[in-house]
């Protein structure tokens, strides 16, 4: 997938249908955060979802074509901004045989102390790590 170093694969269910027999508008949160998790493990090395150390502060998502429990979904993600205390995160959700563009995404991460229930900068380590990934140190957000 063009632009996207990190792309998870996500099979569609039956479960994730809704009565007009197409995926639900409401499941793509779930597998953006399928391939964020996968972000968060395999390029900045957190295993355990209390090392995880961002939560959610936005989701935007355009639908731009009909998925189906029978397709299995290819979602790219990326980081396209570190600020202070955010990164900013898009992506992009295809149909794996076919390459169909099904949705494109954006999200706001912040970084967040759950021992101290509160936000936090994005440490150093993170944005070594993710310049190293992403071939460069995106732009603020």
Same mark, same amino acid.
């Given at each position: 997938? %063009?632009?996207?170093?990190?792309v998870? %694969?996500v099979p569609m269910r039956?479960?994730d249908?809704d009565a007009?027999?197409?995926?639900n508008n409401?499941?793509?949160l779930s597998f953006? %955060?399928?391939a964020?998790i996968?972000?968060?493990r395999?390029?900045l090395?957190?295993?355990?979802?209390?090392e995880?150390?961002?939560i959610?502060?936005?989701?935007?998502?355009d639908?731009?074509?009909?998925a189906?429990?029978?397709? #299995?979904?290819?979602?790219g993600c990326?980081?396209?901004?570190?600020?202070?205390s955010?990164?900013s995160?898009?992506?992009?959700?295809e149909?794996?045989s076919s390459?169909?563009l099904?949705?494109?995404?954006?999200?706001?991460?912040?970084?967040y102390d759950?021992a101290?229930q509160k #936000?936090c900068?994005?440490s150093e380590?993170w944005r070594?790590?993710?310049a #190293?990934?992403?071939?460069?140190?995106?732009?603020?957000?």
């Amino acid at each position: 997938m %063009e632009g996207f170093r990190l792309v998870s %694969e996500v099979p569609m269910r039956f479960a994730d249908t809704d009565a007009m027999g197409h995926v639900n508008n409401a499941r793509y949160l779930s597998f953006l %955060e399928c391939a964020r998790i996968d972000y968060l493990r395999r390029v900045l090395g957190r295993t355990e979802p209390r090392e995880f150390g961002v939560i959610i502060a936005r989701t935007e998502i355009d639908y731009k074509s009909p998925a189906f429990h029978y397709e #299995t979904l290819l979602v790219g993600c990326r980081v396209d901004g570190v600020g202070e205390s955010s990164l900013s995160m898009s992506h992009r959700v295809e149909e794996k045989s076919s390459g169909r563009l099904i949705a494109l995404a954006k999200a706001v991460l912040v970084g967040y102390d759950y021992a101290a229930q509160k #936000t936090c900068r994005i440490s150093e380590e993170w944005r070594e790590k993710i310049a #190293t990934f992403e071939g460069g140190m995106p732009d603020p957000t």
